[in-house]
Nanobody, 124 residues
Framework: EVQLVESGGGLVQAGGSLRLSCAAS????????IGWFRQTPGKEREGVSW????????HYADSVKGRFTISSDNAKNTVYLQMNSLKSEDTAVYYC?????????????????WGQGTQVTVSS
């Protein structure tokens, strides 16, 4: 059974940092690409950052470039999202997702599996 479990969300002041984790199981980690997405009520799910664990290729949305860093620990089947210099507009539920396409896919429509999400709240 494929599982993606996010953790690390919470409440932080503007300018602070959080590190999200996405622990994956039930599939061959290096065969998939992983993406982080976020969503606020009434808005579409937005892509944040993506990684291909097989070759370390990464990509970032312009809104987080220079502040967020995505990485993977293939031995632990885990992807991390280090979020620094957080802003109030980063407040959202953050989801990790996996795509069997195997390369970075920007659109959430390309993802087969999703975690349950973790809330990030940035107070101003």
């Amino acid at each position: 059974e494929v599982q993606l479990v996010e953790s690390g969300g919470g409440l932080v002041q503007a300018g602070g940092s959080l590190r999200l984790s996405c622990a994956a199981s039930g599939f061959t980690f290096e065969d998939y690409a992983i993406g982080w997405f976020r969503q606020t009520p009434g808005k579409e799910r937005e892509g944040v950052s993506w990684i291909s664990p097989s070759d370390g290729d990464t990509h970032y949305a312009d809104s987080v470039k220079g502040r967020f860093t995505i990485s993977s620990d293939n031995a632990k089947n885990t992807v991390y999202l280090q979020m620094n210099s957080l802003k109030s507009e980063d407040t959202a539920v953050y989801y990790c997702a996996a795509t069997s396409i195997g390369v970075i896919v920007i659109t959430p429509l390309g993802y087969n599996y999703w975690g349950q999400g973790t809330q990030v709240t940035v107070s101003s």
